[in-house]
Nanobody, 128 residues
């Protein structure tokens, strides 16, 4: 089980940017696929972005259509940390954002059921 801690959420205005961080406590962080998901009130948890581990230190990024071109997922294996740079934020991006980790591999959108380790979530609120 990987311990994950998100940070960086907050209240911003539409058009602003935020960077979320997800710190992982695991020695083999580089061999984990890492993903971001979000959940708005009254809605199911939805996929945002994922970095699939392809082996060695190769990764493949996939984004939800709703964030493609605005959000960037990245990781720093030396710091055991994953990031989500969120630009041009919209009110519909308002949600609790969760990071997740798993040893599984993939090539497309990530299903929350695939991931077995989750952070506690960080609130992102975008005002219009």
């Amino acid at each position: 089980q990987v311990q994950l801690v998100e940070s960086g959420g907050g209240l911003v205005q539409a058009g602003d940017s935020l960077r979320l961080s997800c710190a992982a406590s695991v020695r083999t962080f580089s061999s984990y696929s890492m993903g971001w998901f979000r959940q708005a009130p009254g809605k199911e948890r939805e996929f945002v972005a994922v970095l699939w581990w392809l082996g060695d230190v190769s990764y493949f990024a996939v984004y939800a259509d709703s964030v493609k071109g605005r959000f960037i997922i990245s990781r720093d294996n030396a710091k055991n940390t994953m990031y989500l740079q969120m630009n041009s934020l919209k009110p519909e991006d308002t949600a609790v954002y969760y990071c997740a980790a798993d040893r599984s591999r993939g090539t497309g959108r990530a299903n929350p059921d695939t991931f077995h380790s989750w952070g506690q979530g960080t609130q992102v609120t975008v005002s219009s």
